[in-house]
């Protein structure tokens, strides 16, 4: 394993980019050399904030660097991450890897014949309550999920819809957790404040029984993050916010207190222990040890394909109505 530092390099400093220049200016698997931004103004000061090059072109940071990350809108993915792979620069894209399955197999396939390596940013799969929840999903017979993700709108991410903003992360979280084959897909959808989904519901039916409720929203006052698993032997309840686990279990549990009654307890509820570890962090790390040593990207390219895959078939199942 190779204990070179990575030169790295930032594309797009909007809101995300920015926690991209904030956690890799601390980490030591990384030098932070510098970043680009279509807006000059904007991309000189954060380059000055964590004194690094604010470049004049993305040529420039791609001629210079080890590593790109990528934080445009999603519609500029695919031009960035070609390019940057084609200059010979391991690259990590933000979700979605692009907006359309033929952008998505392009930045694959530039990264593969270039020799490079390629992670997506679906940052979820790096919370240590979703790391958590599936170790101990990998030991159970799943029967059910329930996943929840809400927030209000922000006026951000608004040339995809809230499938491929939001839903995503969960669509990446399930496909990660299952892989029996899709046996039905229904959806429904609302526009309210734009010309795309702001708010979906999808219920996916598997080949091995299993039925998974997905919700997404971007016009929800309250930030919810929240997964729901019945298993064969337990109940799963994950807090992906608060980085909580709870697992409720049966038992037959008879105790008596000396009192005239006796008591039953006919369930257990165990408080997992999660570490407390930032996402992006997380991802960062695997990233660079996955350059260094050769090992399988978790959300690499191919499983941000899937994800997208299974985003279209979302959207194109939904029947919509406006809000």
């Known amino acids: 394993m190779s204990n070179k530092t990575l030169k790295v390099g930032v594309i797009g400093v909007g809101s995300m980019g920015r926690n991209h220049l ?9 030098e932070l050399v510098g970043c680009f931004d279509i807006n000059e103004d904007n991309c000189k000061t954060y380059a000055a904030l964590y004194d690094v090059i604010a470049y004049d072109s993305p040529e420039e940071a791609y001629q210079s660097v080890d590593v790109i990350t990528i934080a445009t809108p999603s519609f500029l993915h695919k031009e960035y991450a070609v390019a940057a792979a084609t200059a010979g620069c ?3 894209v933000e979700k979605p890897i692009a907006l359309s399955i033929e952008d998505g197999q392009q930045i694959i396939d530039a990264c593969r014949q270039t020799g490079v390596r390629l992670c997506i940013g679906h940052i979820e799969r790096f919370n240590p309550a979703v790391s958590t929840m599936q170790q101990i999903l990998a030991q159970e017979e799943l029967l059910s ?24 992360h969960d669509i990446d979280i399930l496909n990660a957790i299952t892989d ?5 897909i229904e959806s429904h959808g609302v526009l309210v404040y734009t010309n795309k989904l702001d708010f979906a ?7 091995n029984g299993l039925v998974a409720s997905l919700t997404a929203s971007r016009v929800t006052e309250s930030k919810i993050r929240s997964a729901r698993i019945s298993t064969r032997n337990c109940f799963v309840s994950v807090d992906y916010l608060n980085r909580t686990v709870d697992i409720s279990r049966k038992t037959n549990f008879l105790l008596d207190v000396g009192y005239p ?37 978790a959300t690499s390219g191919e499983a941000g394909l899937k ?3 299974l985003c279209h078939l979302i959207e194109d199942s939904a029947l919509i109505v406006k809000g």
């Open 261 to 297: 009654v006796q008591y039953s307890q006919e369930n257990i509820i165990e408080k997992v222990f999660v570490p407390i570890n930032e996402p992006l962090r997380n991802e960062f790390e695997h990233f660079a040890h996955c350059i260094k040593t050769g090992d399988e990207i």
């Open 22 to 30: 904030r956690v890799l200016s601390t980490m030591r698997d990384y």
């Open 180 to 184: 029996s084959p899709i046996k039905r």
């Open 145 to 168: 999920i329930d996943i929840q993700r809400m927030s209000p709108f922000y006026g951000r991410a608004t040339d995809s819809s809230v499938v491929e903003d939001l839903m995503i």
């Open 307 to 309: 994800a997208l895959e």
């Open 90 to 92: 391991h690259v990590l």
């Open 201 to 207: 519901q999808s219920l996916i039916t598997y080949e």
